[in-house]
């Protein structure tokens, strides 16, 4: 659990005291203003900032069964970094050794240059996790529940907090009568309020509607921008694709493809592909493609190195031979091929 807040409430713990990190200043009360929900902050460039987490030659084990085997990763502030893999990969084990809940059998792990391990208390304070599991309790209102968390922290709410997330008509509302999507909701409101330095985020959007995926995807950019470095672990590849700064693929304990999607995708063949009807004389235009081509039917597929000539090429030869080109698609190489290709299923 992370935590929340009902717009325009006062924290019953106002009586001011520890200075916590991420928050922008103190009130009158003493007590921590929350930083604002939209940072106008101009990140520092990440490539001069020490890692906010990383791991190096990672190594952990289940008895003989090796779960995480020799994994590298570094992540600086203000990075998504995307951690995606199969069933069983072990990113699970990986996020929990960077919440300090499993000691490596080989290697490291730091998080804000710490051993999570030996420093949790730190941890947490200036790291939050949103999972699939929330530890909300269920008699509490959700205005309750950010009434709850604001005075365990000492912070005053953030305007807009709940209108952010899509909460604002259900702040009466008991949390154990929330959706699980609402609920996600509600986890992600409360990582909002003190802006943590790390934000480990598991399957955040996991059971949201498309549109409240969509405003998950604005508010981790958002903490991004304003610094936050977020571990982001997910199935949906479009999600990676769309929000991770650099990606990194799992594959039974191992890490076997890392980088910014460019990077990862960039050996990676394009396609064009579509319908032609009646058959066409191929042979012209499979002399000139530096790709090949393969047909079923009427539908025919361009697999190839060098998309813009051959799709040039196509275009020309259907000009020339007067083919009506129907569904014509043409496009790079994608996470979902590269997953393809290392022979493992995003699930
Ligand atoms: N407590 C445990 N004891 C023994 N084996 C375990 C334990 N926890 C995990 N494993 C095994 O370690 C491997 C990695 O598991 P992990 O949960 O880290 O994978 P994952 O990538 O998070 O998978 P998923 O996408 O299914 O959540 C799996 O083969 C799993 O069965």
Not at 241 to 255: V, Y
Request: net charge negative.
């Amino acid at each position: 659990m992370t935590n929340v807040i009902a717009i325009g409430d006062e924290c019953p713990g106002d009586r001011g005291g520890t200075a916590l990190p991420g928050a922008s200043g103190t009130g009158d009360s003493g007590v921590m203003e929350a930083n604002t929900l939209h940072s106008t902050t101009t990140a520092p460039d990440p490539a001069a900032l020490p890692p906010a987490f990383s791991a190096r030659g990672l190594t952990v084990r289940y008895g003989s069964f090796t779960a995480v085997d020799t994994v590298d990763f570094s992540v600086r502030p203000g990075q998504i970094f995307a951690l995606l893999g199969t069933n069983g990969a072990g990113k699970t084990t990986t996020v929990e050794t960077l919440l300090g809940l499993h000691r490596p059998h080989g290697g490291q792990v730091r998080v804000l240059g710490v051993d999570p391990a030996a420093d949790r208390r730190r941890l947490s304070r200036e790291a939050a996790v949103i999972g699939q599991e929330t530890g909300f309790a269920e008699d509490l209102t959700v205005a309750e529940t950010v009434r709850l968390w604001c005075g365990l922290h000492r912070l005053r709410p953030p305007s807009g907090l709940l209108e952010k997330v899509g909460l604002d008509h259900r702040s009466g509302i008991r949390v154990g009568a929330l959706s699980g999507g609402e609920k996600r909701r509600l986890d992600l409101a409360l990582a909002l309020v003190n802006r943590p330095k790390v934000l480990f985020a598991d399957e955040p959007t996991t059971g949201l509607d498309p549109a409240s995926r969509k405003q998950t995807w604005k508010i981790l950019r958002g903490l991004a921008d304003g610094g936050t470095a977020v571990l982001l672990t997910t199935h949906y590849l479009e999600e990676a694709e769309r929000l991770a700064d650099r990606i990194a693929i799992m594959n039974a304990g191992r890490l076997v493809a890392s980088g910014t999607l460019a990077e990862i995708t960039a050996g990676l063949q394009a396609t064009v592909s579509g319908a032609v009807s009646p058959r066409p004389d191929w042979r012209p235009l499979q002399g000139e493609l530096s790709g090949s081509l393969s047909l079923e039917g009427k539908e025919f597929r361009i697999t190839t190195g060098a998309l813009q000539d051959d799709l040039h090429r196509l275009l020309q030869w259907a000009a020339r031979s007067g083919v009506e080109l129907e569904g014509l698609e043409a496009r790079q190489g994608s996470l979902d091929d590269l997953f393809t290709t290392i022979g493992t299923h995003a699930g």
